[in-house]
Structure formats: C-alpha cells, structure tokens
C-alpha cells in the first residue's frame, strides 16, 4: 500500500498569495471600469485585453505562489507546457467574465453569468490545470466532495463580489466602502478556492519519472518569477489605470467648463438679439415713422438707409439666435437655415426631413443647429459644390444628420489637421451632448458630415 505524504503550506507564503490575489483583484476590477467607461472601439479593446491579461496573470500568480509554499519531502516538477496553458485558461475565464460586463446595467443574469465565469474557469479552471500538471515521485488522490466544494465556494465568492460591485455603483453615486469590499471579497474567492481544494487532495509515494526535460520546477521558477515580476506587472497596470483616470477626471472637468462656457455664450447671444430686436428695432421703426410723416421727398433716401439699416439689424439679430430654433424647433430652423443659406449664395439646398416634430433639449438642438451653420459655412468657404443635400431622421434614440455635397473634397490630411478648426469645434460642440460628428470625403467626389446625437427623444406627430 502506497504510503501517504502528509503536506502542509508555509504561512508566509499563505499570506503572500492572499495579498497577490487582492492585489490582482484591484487591477483588474480598475482596468474593468476603464474598459466599461471607455467611448470608442479601440479604447475599450486596450482596457479588454489589458484586463484579461492582468486578471489571468493575477490568478495564475497566486496559485503558484500558494504552491511554492507547499511543504514537501521533494521539489514540485511541473510539465512546462501545463504551466503555460493554466495561464491561457486562467485569462480566458477572464475574457469571458468581461464579456459579461462589457457594458451597461449589470444585472442579476450577467451578475451569475461573470460569476461563474470567474469562478468555474479564471480560478477553478486554472486549479486543476496546474494540477493536472504537477509530475513528482507523488500519486494524487482527490476527494471528489471536496472537489465540488472548491467550485461552488469560488463560484459563490465571486457572485457575490459583482453583487456588491453593482450595488455600489447603482446610480451615478459611487459608494467607495462598497467598491473597496468588492474587491476584498473578489481577492479572496481565489485562496479560499485554493485552500479549500488543497485540503482534499492526498498524496502517496509513486514512481519517479524517468524523463524530467519537459518538466519544471516550481523552485527554480523562484519567488521572483511567481510572485515579484507578476506583482511588478499588477502594480505598473493598476498606477496606469490610475493615471487615465486622472487624465480623464480632467478632461470630463474642462469638457464641463467648456459646456458652460458654451452655454453662457449662447444665453448672450439670446440677449443680445433680444435687445437689437427690441430696442434698436423699435427705434429705427420709429425714426422711419417719423420721416415718412414728415412729406418731403427729399427725405427718401434717408427712409430708404433707414429700412436697410432695419433689414441688417433684423438678419444680425437673426444670427444671434433664429427665433425659430426656439419657437418652432430644430427641424423647422434647419429648413429655414437651408433656405437663406440657398438664397444668399445660390447653391441648391436640398432637405429630406422627417414630417414629425423632434423635442431635444435646449443643448442638444442648439449644438445640432449651430453645427448645421458651420457645416454650411464650410460648404460654402472651401468646397466649390453646387449642391447640398440635408437629411434628418431619428432613430434608436439617436438624432442622426447628414449634410453632403458635390464639391471637390477634403484630403484625409486635412481632416486630421490641427488646423482645421472649424471640424474641431464641430466635433467638440457634439461631444458636449454626448454626440458624435464623423466626416466622409474623397477628393473630387465631395463630402458627407454625419452628425450623431443620442436623446431622449420625444417624436409628436
């Protein structure tokens, strides 16, 4: 009968791998904010991969680390290429347990499914591949219980971390005390699965392999390869997350001074064409009465100076603010903008819009209309059309404006140079209404300006 070899863990390394796991447990949860919170594709592939990297990684750290304090007559001999699958199964249990959390309200189904997830395949999973993988002159026996238990108290463990998570972050308040315990709990699931299944496993007095080439061992890895470097590699991820974080706090502020200011410069220029209508309105009106009055001929030419001074102070006032914006809505002020954008300066300007009324707020259809202005300024400054057509629709809560025209064309350097203010101001004035401005163009074959603005939108007929 084989004798058994009774092993136990030394404390040091018990309490190391604890502080690995939670440390990993921070990063990863971090770099899954930034992959949830990021505004484009690309970004939110960078924090995907960087998360998945970092979590396997952390995982796969503290298993082997807990294995390096395992107390026993010989070296643990891994095969080389069962070291680097756990770690490939350890980062694919956390691919997928992003995929469940990718994005918007995390509930109680993707809650179990990134769970399960965690638990079953980044932590379970990786277990017992790393086991599977241990070569010594030792037999192992597991209990099977056991082996069900360490499971279901990873599995468990880990939904309940992501049920604190979503609980902390309802809403837009973020209570901190429950992020931090978030984490804490998620950092523990990956020890108390280890421990739990350790206590079920036996090991007995076996043949030696004959052939160690293809084996490792975990020793010689060292505590610098299974600790030390991965910690490096947690900690420079989780200063890097912070650091975009910083970077991001501080753009969001200078985006909200920016919309404040841009709001300010809007109310003023109401004001201001409230006044000019107003006021110097009503006094050319009169000073016109008053010279017609009078009968003399020879004042004609002052009346005339007089009404053309009125039909000046009339379109400034109108390009202060177009009182239809306000009273008619956006659609209605982008027609009439079409209209006198065709009947200054003769270039055909087609609008297909829809036959309903669209109620934005004051931002959003102020920031759609003064790009519209900009996009037909442009139009006309550099593009040489002869046509523009303008379409408006609204769609999945999106407000969605094109403005395309038959001119000769933006080159691809153009649109990305920092010189081209009048495209930087577009694309700054969509993003403070959560919008986007994406711009098609080929020379010679004319542009399209594609404005995207999410709403709320109310649609009456």
Request: net charge positive; glycine share 8%; hydrophobic share 45%.
């Amino acid at each position: 009968m084989p004798e058994c070899v009774h092993a136990h863990h030394d404390f040091r390394f018990v309490v190391l791998s604890i502080g690995l796991s939670i440390m990993a447990s921070y990063a990863a949860r971090d770099l899954a904010a930034r992959m949830r919170a990021s505004r484009t594709q690309q970004l939110w592939a960078m924090w995907f991969a960087a998360a998945t990297i970092v979590d396997g990684l952390g995982t796969w750290s503290m298993q082997y680390t807990a294995m390096l304090g395992l107390e026993l007559p010989t070296p643990l001999l891994f095969d080389r290429r069962g070291v680097i699958v756990s770690l490939l199964v350890g980062m694919a249990g956390s691919a997928i347990t992003l995929i469940f959390i990718r994005r918007g309200r995390i509930t109680v189904h993707r809650r179990m499914g990134a769970g399960l997830a965690l638990g079953g395949i980044n932590i379970s999973g990786l277990h017992y591949t790393a086991m599977a993988s241990l070569w010594m002159p030792f037999v192992q026996d597991y209990l099977i219980p056991v082996v069900f238990l360490s499971v279901a108290v990873a599995t468990s463990i880990s939904c309940l971390a992501f049920r604190i998570s979503a609980d902390a972050t309802e809403g837009k308040r973020v209570h901190w005390a429950g992020v931090h315990g978030a984490s804490i709990v998620r950092g523990i699931a990956n020890p108390a699965m280890y421990y739990t299944a350790m206590t079920g496993v036996v090991f007995s007095m076996g043949a030696a392999p004959r052939d160690v080439s293809h084996l490792v061992s975990i020793q010689s890895i060292g505590l610098l390869g299974v600790s030390v470097v991965p910690a490096a590699v947690l900690v420079v991820a989780l200063l890097t997350s912070l650091v975009e974080r910083v970077q991001r706090r501080r753009g969001d502020q200078l985006s909200a001074l920016a919309g404040q200011l841009q709001s300010a410069r809007e109310q003023e220029r109401a004001r201001l064409a409230r006044e000019i209508h107003d006021e110097l309105g009503s006094t050319l009106t009169g000073l016109k009465w008053e010279l017609e009055s009078l009968g003399d001929r020879r004042l004609n030419g002052a009346v005339r100076r007089v009404e053309s001074i009125m039909a000046t102070v009339k379109q400034i006032s109108s390009d202060l603010r177009p009182g239809i914006l306000d009273d008619l809505g956006l659609l209605d002020a982008i027609q009439w903008e079409a209209s006198q954008f065709e009947r200054r300066t003769g270039i055909v300007c087609q609008y297909h819009l829809p036959g309903t009324r669209v109620e934005l707020s004051n931002e959003a259809a102020t920031a759609a209309f003064r790009i519209f202005q900009e996009a037909l300024t442009n139009v006309l400054r550099h593009a040489a059309a002869t046509r523009v057509d303008v379409r408006a629709s609204v769609d999945g809560g999106q407000l969605l404006l094109e403005i395309s025209d038959n001119g000769r064309g933006i080159s691809r350097s153009d649109l990305v140079s920092p010189q081209s203010l009048g495209l930087l101001g577009m694309r700054e004035r969509a993003a403070l209404v959560d919008g986007t401005v994406d711009i098609t163009s080929q020379p010679g074959r004319g542009t399209t300006l594609a404005v995207t603005i999410p709403t709320s939108t109310k649609v009456a007929a």
